[in-house]
Each structure stands twice: as structure tokens, then as C-alpha cells.
């Protein structure tokens, strides 16, 4: 069973950064893709931002120009670096990927964007 652990959330001001932090506890080498996804109170989840294997990478709209998906094979590690952040990017950041044992998820970490 694979496990996601994210990290790097917390409370941030308008206009601030924050760079969220995925370790699975299996390679991500040949995971055809990670992704973050997030889910604000009384919305459903949304994908923010994708990675392939192959290296290509895609955005929601809200957040293209703002957020940076990248990985680290050598940690297993997928990051988020978000900028310029606004009280609409408050919600749980989720990390998201597909091996072949299945789909799977991390617990999620809580961004919360406020003055």
C-alpha cells in the first residue's frame, strides 16, 4: 500500500507563498502521473495541477501563472510552490497518484489564505 504524506500548508497573507510537499513511500519513477488537488469548504475537489512521467504539466485555470507542479525523484517527492495566493486558494491540499497497486491519496494538508 502506497502512502502520500503532504506537507507545507499553513496560514499565509494575501499575496504570500507557499510551497506544499508530497512523499510517497514508493518510487514515483513509473507513476504515469501525480497531481494536487484541493477542496474548499462546501465545494467539491478540484485538480489544481498535474505532472506526467514524462514530464509534462498542466494547471486549472484559477491557479495557471501562479502555481508550480514539480517532482523529486530522488526523495519520491511532488511539490506545489503557490504564489501570489488569495483568500480563493483557502482549502486541504490533496496529493494524488496512480501506481499499479491503485489510485491513491494523501490525508491532505490545510492552506488557509487571510489577513
Known amino acids: 500500500q502506497v502512502q502520500l504524506v503532504e506537507s507545507g500548508g499553513g496560514l499565509v497573507q494575501p499575496g504570500g507563498s507557499l510551497r506544499l510537499s508530497c512523499a510517497a513511500s514508493?518510487?514515483?519513477?513509473?507513476?504515469?502521473?501525480m497531481a494536487w488537488y484541493r477542496q474548499a469548504p462546501g465545494k467539491q475537489r478540484e485538480r489544481v495541477a498535474v505532472i506526467t512521467s514524462g514530464g509534462m504539466a498542466d494547471y486549472a485555470v484559477a491557479v495557471k501563472g501562479r502555481f508550480i507542479i514539480s517532482r523529486d525523484y530522488a526523495q519520491n517527492t511532488v511539490h506545489l510552490q503557490m504564489n501570489s495566493l488569495t483568500p480563493e486558494d483557502t482549502a486541504v491540499y490533496y496529493c494524488?497518484?496512480?501506481w499499479g497497486s491503485g489510485n491513491h491519496w494523501g490525508q491532505g494538508t490545510q492552506v488557509t489564505v487571510s489577513s
Open positions: 494524488n497518484g496512480l
Open positions: 514508493a518510487s514515483i519513477f513509473s507513476v504515469p502521473y
